[in-house]
């Protein structure tokens, strides 16, 4: 099956930093990716829409400045918290749909991300 | 528009069947089904494209309706390796917009 795979899936990092998240398809090409943040016990928000290319498409409400967006590859998307804060503290999933498949979306096992 | 997804949670004993429900005010693109265990990703289990398409997956199985506005996920038999928190997923315009999340608990 396609397999996604995210990285780093912890990271604790000072309030200020920057940090960055990778999130790769293994076995597949993905002309889309998906960022989600998930906060406990709470559903999935999308946060962007990653074309390869091009520009990410924002969430109403998602800072672009905040967080950088950046899908290089057909395998490769990069979501980058910048100037981080506690509040950022989240679990951060994406997803990728394969190009030559039939729409199902695959995740990766996200990050965790703590800012203190 | 994130779909609207019920019951919020559902307790069942082993070999209980359960229902979970999604629906949205537009009719849509295509509905998915995942289901997500503590702490980990949320892992696919169907896509569902058609009005009136029903799909299985051994003892879980879905139905579209023929307005394509609604779905339900059909759990029978429950095993108890189907706790989990199970979504939708509604996709409209290239994007995915998840439900609030059904917690399913099976106990021996």
């Known amino acids: 099956g396609a397999v996604v795979s995210q990285h780093p899936s912890r990271v604790i990092c000072k309030s200020g930093t920057s940090v960055k998240i990778e999130c790769r398809s293994l076995?597949?090409?993905?002309?889309?990716m998906f960022w989600y943040r998930q906060f406990p016990k709470k559903s999935l928000m999308l946060m962007a829409t990653?074309?390869?290319?091009?520009?990410?498409?924002?969430e109403q409400g998602v800072e672009k400045d905040k967080f950088l967006i950046n899908h290089a590859s057909l395998t490769l998307s990069t979501l980058t918290v910048t100037s981080a804060h506690p509040e950022d503290s989240s679990f951060y999933i994406c997803s990728a749909r394969d190009s030559q498949g039939i729409y199902e979306q695959y995740f990766g096992p996200g990050t965790r991300l703590t800012v203190t | 528009q994130q779909p609207v997804q019920s019951p919020q949670a559902v307790i069942l004993r082993e070999g209980e069947d359960a229902v979970i429900n999604c629906s949205s005010s537009?009719?849509?693109?295509?509905v998915h089904w995942y289901r997500q265990k503590h702490g980990e990703a949320p892992v696919f289990l169907m896509i569902l494209l058609k009005g009136g398409e029903q799909k299985g997956h051994e003892k879980i199985s879905a139905s579209f309706n023929e307005k394509k506005q609604q779905s339900s996920l059909y759990l029978t038999a429950s095993q108890l390796s189907y706790s989990g928190t199970y979504f939708c997923g509604t996709e409209l315009n290239n994007d995915m917009r998840f439900g609030a999340g059904t917690r399913l608990t099976v106990k021996p």
């Open positions: 990653s074309n390869e290319g091009s520009k990410a498409t924002y």
């Open positions: 076995d597949f090409q993905a002309t889309t």
């Open positions: 537009k009719a849509l693109y295509s």
